[in-house]
């Protein structure tokens, strides 16, 4: 099986969702960047960065943050959101069955694949780290991913644009491929992806199917 981490990977969301979070937080009295946001946070779930954020100011965010912030992420993604390049032309060509393993909340994955046309290429097999304990870089949603579908970690490859997602794909045992094709990728990125764990990077969804083919032969 194939698993799909969703922001950055099939959807061009990242830079959408770190200008959102940046807004939100420099508007309730945490001056922040967009950039900063994306290089600490990039692939980590909403209550895991709020958490990081109280516990290094010292200070408590709004009681309303966490909706305030789906609320204005979910309208940006819907009126401006894009397949990553060439995005359907990998999920067309991948054989074999394919599912989605986001940190993101389920109405955020769900609503970022029916406007961006991606919804049939997965049916049911979408799954939140909202619905395991630790989000990543725990192995985690991986391990649940592969128990609800049934297949063994060892036969899952994930594909995943942050060092947290790649380094829990490590560490549930999976072969994780890393993948630098999204707007937000810098130029540091492969290099970091490579050392969170990543077995090969790639710049480019074209070459997805080649390149499971070489590491497994499917």
């Given at each position: 099986?194939?698993?799909?981490?969703?922001?950055?990977?099939?959807?061009?969301?990242?830079?959408?969702?770190?200008?959102?979070?940046?807004?939100?937080?420099?508007?309730?009295?945490?001056?922040?960047?967009?950039?900063?946001?994306?290089?600490?946070?990039?692939?980590?779930?909403?209550?895991?960065?709020?958490?990081?954020?109280?516990?290094?100011?010292?200070?408590?965010?709004?009681?309303?943050f966490a909706?305030?912030?789906?609320?204005?992420?979910?309208?940006?993604?819907r009126?401006?959101?894009?397949?990553?390049?060439?995005?359907?032309?990998?999920?067309?060509?991948?054989?074999?069955?394919?599912?989605?393993?986001?940190?993101?909340t389920?109405?955020?994955?769900?609503?970022?694949?029916?406007?961006?046309?991606?919804?049939?290429?997965?049916?049911?097999?979408?799954?939140?780290?909202?619905?395991?304990?630790?989000?990543?870089?725990?192995?985690?949603?991986?391990?649940?991913?592969?128990?609800?579908?049934?297949?063994?970690?060892?036969?899952?490859?994930?594909?995943?644009?942050?060092?947290?997602?790649?380094?829990?794909?490590?560490?549930?045992?999976?072969?994780?491929?890393?993948?630098?094709?999204?707007?937000?990728?810098?130029?540091?990125?492969?290099?970091?992806l490579?050392?969170?764990?990543?077995?090969?990077?790639?710049?480019?969804?074209?070459?997805?199917?080649?390149?499971?083919?070489e590491?497994r032969?499917?």
């Amino acid at each position: 099986m194939v698993i799909f981490d969703c922001n950055g990977v099939l959807v061009d969301s990242e830079p959408i969702a770190a200008e959102v979070l940046a807004g939100e937080l420099t508007r309730a009295g945490f001056v922040i960047t967009a950039e900063v946001v994306a290089h600490y946070f990039t692939g980590r779930r909403p209550t895991d960065i709020f958490a990081a954020i109280e516990a290094a100011t010292h200070r408590q965010l709004p009681a309303d943050f966490a909706a305030v912030v789906a609320a204005a992420t979910l309208a940006r993604l819907r009126a401006e959101l894009r397949t990553t390049p060439h995005a359907e032309y990998a999920l067309t060509w991948l054989r074999g069955p394919k599912c989605v393993a986001s940190s993101s909340t389920m109405d955020r994955v769900e609503a970022s694949l029916d406007c961006t046309g991606l919804t049939r290429f997965f049916g049911p097999n979408l799954f939140s780290a909202s619905e395991v304990p630790r989000g990543k870089p725990a192995p985690d949603l991986f391990l649940h991913v592969a128990a609800k579908i049934g297949v063994q970690p060892a036969d899952c490859i994930v594909v995943e644009d942050a060092p947290a997602g790649i380094a829990a794909a490590r560490a549930a045992g999976m072969t994780p491929i890393g993948f630098v094709g999204g707007r937000h990728a810098g130029p540091n990125l492969a290099s970091e992806l490579t050392a969170a764990g990543a077995q090969v990077v790639i710049p480019d969804l074209r070459a997805l199917k080649a390149t499971v083919i070489e590491l497994r032969g499917w």
